[in-house]
């Protein structure tokens, strides 16, 4: 055991130091030793994910959920990738079921979002980003999601609210919300 932990630990300082081919290396001797570990199979599908090879990647994290399918992480990165590759039911699919598991993390509920706004489902979106926003009030993207949200569905004055909360934390960086219809 005490092989694949110090493997494991490399591979992810490999690829947290951005050097995901020598990672994938260190993960699959690890997998040697412990081929049941879903944690590997797991950090072998973000190198795999970090290298571009989607379908491998894909696999790694079916199979780290095959061992336990409650690995959120595991589903919100094979969301990530069918986002990508513009498979938005499924990777709609991906992240519902990582809220399955736990209901809390800022970053699903955004990423859901993106994929409801995509496909044009301006409501779902705004909910999305709202329940972002609640668990991580100063969530920039989020924010910006749901700025750009309720620009979509007419909401201007709480697009505006938003605009000036993004502003805070982070100035100039969006451009001016237009709309000749209405003064506010």
Not at 72 to 77: C, D, R, V
Request: aromatic letters at 10%; hydrophobic letters at 40%.
């Amino acid at each position: 055991m005490g092989d694949a932990v110090i493997l494991n630990n490399s591979g992810i300082a490999l690829t947290k130091a951005n050097r995901p081919f020598e990672a994938i290396g260190m993960f699959r001797q690890a997998l040697i030793v412990e081929p049941e570990n879903p944690l590997l199979w797991l950090n072998l599908g973000i190198a795999q994910q970090k290298t571009g090879e989607y379908p491998d990647a894909i696999e790694s994290f079916k199979k780290s959920l095959v061992i336990n399918d409650k690995l959120t992480e595991a589903w919100h990165s094979m969301g990530l990738i069918y986002y990508e590759l513009n498979e938005l039911e499924i990777a709609k699919q991906c992240y519902l079921s990582a809220l399955k598991s736990i209901d809390s993390d800022p970053r699903i509920w955004n990423n859901l979002g993106v994929v409801y706004f995509n496909q044009g489902n301006y409501e779902e979106a705004r909910n999305c980003f709202e329940r972002s926003i609640s668990m991580s009030p100063q969530y920039f993207d989020a924010l910006y999601n749901l700025c750009d949200t309720c620009r979509e569905l007419g909401d201007l004055r709480a697009a505006l609210e938003f605009k000036r909360v993004i502003s805070w934390l982070e100035p100039n960086s969006l451009k001016p919300i237009e709309d000749s219809s209405s003064n506010i």
